[in-house]
């Protein structure tokens, strides 16, 4: 049942700057229910713009030129604004890259974890109340009566993306997506997160997006994965199969670059010539082609 | 923090205070014209002179004159004005608000003026509403207040003659004022006739003072939201569900202000400091207008009282700007 | 404050960064050139003599309308003076003010704001209070009493220019200069082996020399509104010189006599002044290919 | 075993500390190292490694002397420079260069890459043949020549690096403090830069500090490597044993911490005390 209808499916999605750039090229992957998918790519790869395309929050310059979007079987495109706001604030949330720019510096934690509950989901104060408390709890954060009253700035790094997260999940999304939500974080305070994120999605059944530039991080959260170079996958896999045997040589490439202090001799590879020269190719006849059928 | 915050200003105030004391008293005593021989009638004798200077303490040093004229401004007397033979702080009192009354009105017109358009502009932005208003806001600023005026006077004065283009009320009305706030008083007593009258007057010069300040406090204000508008937190309230106009008044509007707050307080006292030329131009009688008559009959006492009352005012709009901000500022509320 | 200084700088250079620079460059710096020309050439260009008095010609409209007279372009005055003659060798005053007393405030203004935000400390605190006590005067009200004080003349008001406008220059260039400071290449020079002036003049000096020319374009527009209002309040040049402020004061008096006195001027210096503005933002713009 | 390059003991560095200046007076002043002892051996890359708040970039700082030392010592190359002036240091900045994190924010956006690399030469008396060296310098990070007349914003975020390092290395110093140069880098071009870094370290007979947060990098680069906390250090010593055998339980948390790029379906699971 699960498996025919996916809770996330974008289909061929391509999205261009004002100049007339390609950012997306022709994007199409889907996200089971409870599952993690992971997307992977070095900066430029347009991996966190997927993300903002499905939100529905792409900077104005941004414009999506093709492709469909479709949340649990609803499609995105054809929804009214309003309408698709609603949709999109009742099943998904972000956890965002930056916990210090993620929280409104002038408003108390409280009502800014519980306002999507109240204002847009119609729920009682106090129940919205019993529900972030209840998910306080479960990120392990023990003093909930102190930190609903903080403003943002009184809490650390760490304690900010627990906060975000226990948001993210606190109105039972169907799809969460989580944006380099560790890029921030120290590595001892990353693996807490990390942990954090995985207990609660296994719990809540939730699908994530997990977008990252960080192999390590893909290899330990996420079942399937999508390698993105320059607004393409270039490979889509589950996240074993992957690790196993890439197939593409991009991913080859990036998998030596990558350091491991267990091998450091074999990591750290500088992406040889060749590869960046098949990329390129690969890039311009996916543009060439795309252009014939666009005119 | 916030109190100890307030006393430093207030120490700060009080310095700026004695600075611009000092200033205007050399500046003055530098002017090679005699005040006095140009109160008396030509033939007066030398004695006559010397003892009217020996009244207005002109035969003392410059520094005993400035002690004594800082000794008197403690204890609220201000001197007698050589021109007018009154005492300056009455004479300032009588003038003062025309200029505060005509301030106010500039301010909320600005502030009502620039924040529509801010928010409009950051709301449509990328758009040809915000292009317009951008136009219409680089306009209105790279023209200063004095041109503004003039061409107010031609349009509604000359072309489309609708409005008053001098004095602050018809002179042929019976005021039954008791103070000199004739905007408030009249609005206080529903005389609205003649909150008509001056507000007639009123609207030229104010217009041609608001329409720089609304210009920068809406350039201001729209590039902080949109700088805001761009943040982790607003496109997270935007994810929750909540509409473009929602995410600004709610999220975005009071992180923007906040640094536009300080610049609205420095721009406020840059008005106050306009209104001197264009209460001249529009013959409305303020401290401004009255400062540069001052000015042109070396009337010392007179111009120091204005000078110091006026920088008064700039560093009470300062200090209430910063207490507003450090209020606002949950940083620096609880720090 | 220094927030307000911050953002005051900030004004300038949000303003240069969003619309295409070149249209306005060459409107804006057409119009100055042409004044420029006007105002050194008067005596060959302008059409009749600026001072020359007849009561038969009193009061003649512009070109178009009737009761014209040819050779008085724009019209008379109520002296019979050739309006835009008076206006032509009003530029001239208006010019040698512009560039006397911008350079002028300039000069101690960036000085004083690039010394105070580079080397911050006692210097900084200094300067800074100087500063808040000259914001505290109403500029127009300060310049006029220095004028009054000073005697009529050009030398007076381009000093009262200066004196009153330095901290215009100074705010900015001292938010800019902290700014710069901070930055690691000033480290990375000092690693180089500069010393503190080596590096306040090499790497930081540079970064702020956009916003001194804009601010210096801007202020020229500003000098010339100063001048005018100075002119308007009767306390610039010898009376005998025709100012643009000057030409004003008696358009005001005679507006519904003759609109055409106070018109022409008013055109004339609300063109100048916007150029001023947009030719400086237009140059910063321009030499400023390494935003972000 | 080698002569030190740099022997320090017992530094300490102290900071304003802004966040609590009061508003008249100064800010009271904050230990950020507290009491260091180490030495660098000539010749070799020491990692020095740390997370947020463990005082590895002030440490850096205080031995290029961009910062002065509250206490301790700082021998380098025989010569006491813990309190020496600015003016008395200039002369041996030649020997003490810094590679930068942000090399958009160490180079000036106004230079040409040409005037950023021959800066320090000029100013360290190597100002004859400017052209040659700084053309030798390029050519070192792997440049092309066209480089010396562009801009920084003509540049990408790898090539930036090579010009930080070339200018560094112009001089031939005897010291290169590298400020975690690879940070703000793509993996791909990550690899590239700290190959380049290793290879003329080797060649030049460089000692090099090199801080970072990321062990991974650490272990390839250097030969010996510091773990820092809270401005003190958890433990140092030569890379391999730290890595096969590490002493402390914080180094071993900060290991375990690293997700490695392979399966391992048990590194999520919650352990049986909770995270401290």
Known sequence: ?295 | MLLQRFLIRLLTMAITLFGVAVVVFVVIRVAPGDPIAMMLPPGASDADIARLRAFYGLDKTVVEQFFIWLSGVIRGDFGTSISLRQDVLGLVFNRLPATLELAIVVLLMALAIGGTTAILGARERGTAVEAGIDIASGAALSIPDFLWGLVLILLFGVLVPILDISGRVSPQLDLPFVTQFYLFESLVRLRFDLTKDLLGHMLMPAVALALPLAAIISQLLKQSLKEVLDLDYVVLARVKGFSETQVILREALKNAALPTLTLVGVQFTFLIGGTVIIERLFSYEGLGNMAIDAVINRDLPLIQGIVLVFALLFVLINLTVDMMYALLNPRLRHG | MDEARNSRSRISRRGSSRHGSGARLWLAGGWLLLALLAAIFAPLVAPQDPLAQDLMFERLPPFWMSGSEPGFWLGTDSLGRDLLSRLIFGARIAFIVAFAAALAACLVGSTLGLISGYFGGWADRIISRIVDVWMAFPPVLFAILLVAVLGTGLSSVIIAIAVIDWTRFCRVIRAESMGQARMDYVENARIAGYGRIGIMLREVLPNVVPSIMALLSLEMGIAVIVEAILSFVNLSISTDDPTWGGIIAEGRLSIHQAWWVLVFPLVTLILTVLSFSQFGEGLKARFDPVLR | MAEPLFSVRGLKVALPDMARKPLIGRAPLAEILKGLDFDLPKGSVTGIVGESGSGKSTLGRALVRLLEPSAGSIIFDGRDITHLPEAELRPLRRNLQMIFQDPMSSLNPRRTIFSIIAAPLRQNGLGDNLKGRVAEALQRVGLPQSFASRYRHELSGGQRQRVGIARALALSPKFVLADEIVSGLDVSTQAQILTLLERLAGEMGLTVAFISHDLSVIRRLCRQVIVMREGAIVEASATDTLFEHPQQAYTRDLLAAIPLPEIDDGWLLPVAKAPA
């Open chain 1, 1 to 295: 049942m699960n498996a025919t209808r996916p809770c996330l499916d974008i289909r061929s999605l391509s999205t261009v700057l004002p100049n007339g750039a390609r950012v997306l090229r022709s994007v199409s992957l889907s996200v089971q229910p409870s599952e993690v998918r992971a997307l992977v790519g070095e900066s430029g790869a347009g991996k966190t713009m997927i993300g903002k395309a499905v939100l529905g929050v792409l900077p104005l310059s941004v414009r999506i030129v093709e492709g469909d979007m479709l949340l649990e079987g609803e499609d995105l495109g054809r929804l009214q604004p309003k309408a698709r706001r609603t949709l999109i604030g009742a099943r998904t949330a972000l956890i965002p890259q930056d916990p210090l720019t993620a929280l409104n510096p002038s408003r108390r934690i409280g009502p800014q974890m519980t306002d999507r509950l109240v204002r847009i989901l119609g729920w009682s104060g106090q129940r919205a109340d019993l529900r972030i408390r209840q998910l306080l709890d479960e990120v392990q954060i023990r003093d909930p009566d102190r930190v609903l009253k903080c403003y943002p700035h009184e809490l650390s790094g760490g304690m900010r993306q627990r906060v975000l997260i226990a948001a993210a999940f606190a109105a039972e999304p169907r799809l969460i997506v989580a944006d380099e939500p560790t890029t921030a974080l120290d590595v001892t305070v990353q693996k807490q997160i990390l942990r954090l994120i995985a207990q609660l999605q296994r719990e809540h059944g939730t699908a994530i997006l997990f977008v990252t530039h960080d192999l390590g991080v893909v290899a330990k959260i996420s079942q399937k994965v999508s390698v993105l170079y320059a607004g393409k996958v270039v490979e889509e896999a589950e996240t074993a199969a992957l690790f196993a045997a890439p197939q593409h040589p991009y991913t080859r490439a990036l998998m030596a670059a990558t350091p491991r202090y267990t091998d450091p001799f074999a990591s750290l590879k500088p992406v040889d010539e060749a590869v960046l020269a098949g990329l390129a190719s690969e890039i311009a006849a996916a543009d060439q082609a795309w252009k014939r059928s666009h005119g």
